[in-house]
């Protein structure tokens, strides 16, 4: 519902954003990027006696945002991404090999409002900004994830049901925007994103006897380096 109601926003800002910059013949942007998902959010913890220990993988990103004037050097940015960093958890403990690793499919979706700093005119067609802006962050186990943790089970407990964990969290970062043409040009983009660390929907601590319980907390940090196009209008 969280995700729902912040995209419908997102979508009447866009509009809004886009008629304006329009009607006063302003740079509005809209840009596709595809880049590398970094997640750290490192664990380690106890269950039913068994020592563990919780990470994410390496995974991709895509992301399609617009950014529309509000003045010369300021401008409002929207975005929409999809990622996946899949969740290893190691058990050292009660592991038929030393060390024995899980691997849970896990995709993340984000939507993102931000303010874009940059220069007032491109520095030998190279415009820099920074960035800084909130996040809505959902996380949920894929189809693989939800069947692994049915069985053999997560932290050691067969039959646990992953659900979706809704996070707000924060981003800033910098990039470029190199032009190509007078429409369009080149986008380095690199965001450091932070939230609470996703539980998936498990308790901190057991409710009851030999359930499914994750007991961790903390904040993640997701790095995200991508590049991608930019197309300008209303220039």
Known sequence: MKIRRLLQGF?????????????????????????????HD??????????????????????????????KTLSAEGSYSMFRNNLAVTNFVNS???NDVLGFGIKGQRISIDANAHSGTPIKG??????????LNRFSSTSGGAALAQSPGFNGVPGTVLKSDDTLGYNFGFGLDISLTRILAVRLDARDHRFGSPTYGLPNTANSAFTAYYPI?????????????????GR
């Open 126 to 135: 190279v415009r820099p900004y920074l960035v800084f802006g909130l996040d």
């Open 42 to 71: 490192k664990h380690y913890y106890n269950v039913y006696g068994a020592s563990l220990a919780s990470t994410y993988r390496t995974g991709n990103n895509f992301t399609v945002g617009a950014e529309y004037p509000i003045l």
């Open 96 to 98: 038929t090999t030393p």
């Open 11 to 39: 979508t009447m800002v866009v509009l809004l954003g886009a008629g304006a910059a329009v009607l006063h013949a302003q740079d509005y942007r809209v840009f596709i990027e595809g880049g590398v998902s970094t997640l």
């Open 217 to 233: 907390s903390g904040t993640a940090n997701n790095l995200v380096y991508s590049a991608g196009i930019v197309i300008h209008f």
